[in-house]
């Protein structure tokens, strides 16, 4: 039961911050796509706004470890 | 670990074991008593391949700038590109002018995780002592200090300030605002730079480790009561996947080294810039 719950916990905790990274990463391309020459400051944006939204994921990683094992 | 191993060749019940023995060594013998303040000092496996990366980065890199020439030899040259990569990909686009000050470190890192990720794949070892969580632990703390200092140094006392109270706001809505940032800029950006390196590396290991089992298991005694012919095919696609499943994991070693120098920058450059 418990390792019922710690897979839900982390597969709903990916949801969002999949669909997120997805419109981040898809927007960067366009932007790029539309101004090559801003691919550098695109891209430093891209991946801090990335971190940001992957922090989530990784906290529904740590919980499922802590309803695993605690 | 070995348990496992022997239940599938030579018969008999056997379960999935705990993660943790994949990423668990004993210590070396004649190391075991070793501590100060009981504080454990034992030498492991983890602990040797630390002190090989460090060794190997350094005579690397002291072998071939050792006598610099202008026309570059062949290690010069990989050191020099190795070293340029990083300021025009990370540095300069990150910190912005003054990222060149910070090239050392940042260099540092990238070599470090990366040569401590490529245990992963190197014949004999398989195993990166980057998925044991004490290392990207212990390297985000350097990043945390890192940029605090900076930031105090660069800005004194309104760093703090600037970051925990962002000017211009409503006077209300620090109520909310000054929590988050006081969590988002000295708990978890430390801690999400630490476990996803960790998180990835695990991953990685435990893929790895399934796919050898399998080539192993189903190839030379089959599973599950099943007789050999029958397991042979899985096997043998397995063992087709293996290189794709290695490649992919140099991919993700890589990535993952660069992911972590590029935040540590990024995190360099926020603290530095002044805020409008």
């Not at chain 2, 090989?52 to 610099?68: E, G, K, L, N, Q």
């Not at chain 2, 490649?247 to 660069?258: K, R």
């Amino acid at each position: 039961m418990e390792a019922l719950a710690a897979a839900l916990v982390y597969s709903i905790a990916t949801l969002g911050p999949a669909s997120a990274i997805g419109v981040i990463v898809m927007k960067s391309v366009e932007s790029v796509a539309r101004q090559p020459e801003s691919e550098g400051s695109v891209r430093g944006l891209m991946i801090l706004g990335v971190a940001f939204v992957e922090a989530l994921a990784i906290l529904g990683f740590v919980l499922f470890f802590v309803v695993l094992f605690a | 670990m070995q348990g496992t191993l022997a239940a599938i060749d030579y018969g008999g019940p056997w379960e999935v074991p705990p993660i943790n023995e994949l990423f668990d060594f004993p210590a070396i013998p004649g190391t075991e008593g070793w501590e100060i303040l009981g504080v454990s000092l034992a030498v492991n496996r983890t602990v040797l391949m630390i002190f090989a990366a460090v060794i190997i980065i350094a005579a690397f890199f002291w072998h071939s700038t050792r006598d610099a020439t202008v026309v570059p030899s062949k290690a010069q040259n990989l050191a020099e590109s190795f070293v340029e990569l990083i300021r025009n990909e990370v540095a300069l686009p990150s910190i912005g002018p003054e990222g060149n000050k910070f090239l050392p470190f940042l260099t540092t890192i990238f070599a470090y995780v990366f040569l401590l990720n490529l245990f992963k794949l190197t014949p004999g070892i398989m195993l990166p002592p980057t998925s044991r969580m004490a290392i990207p632990a212990f390297l985000a703390v350097v990043v945390l200090a890192t940029y605090v200092v900076v930031g105090v140094r660069k800005r004194g006392g309104s760093y703090f300030k600037d970051t925990l109270f962002p000017p211009g706001l409503p006077l209300w809505t620090y109520v909310i605002v000054t929590p988050i940032e006081l969590l988002s800029n000295f708990v978890l950006r430390p801690v999400t730079l630490a476990i996803r390196l960790f998180a990835n590396m695990v991953a990685g290991h435990i893929l790895v480790v399934l796919t050898l089992i399998t080539i192993h298991a189903f190839l030379t005694v089959g599973l599950f009561g099943e007789p050999l012919s029958a397991t042979t095919p899985i096997g043998v696609a397995a063992l087709i996947a293996s290189p794709a499943v290695f490649a992919f994991e140099l991919l993700i070693i890589t990535v993952q080294a660069f992911i972590f120098t590029i935040l540590s920058a990024v995190y360099i450059g926020l603290a530095m810039q002044e805020e409008h």
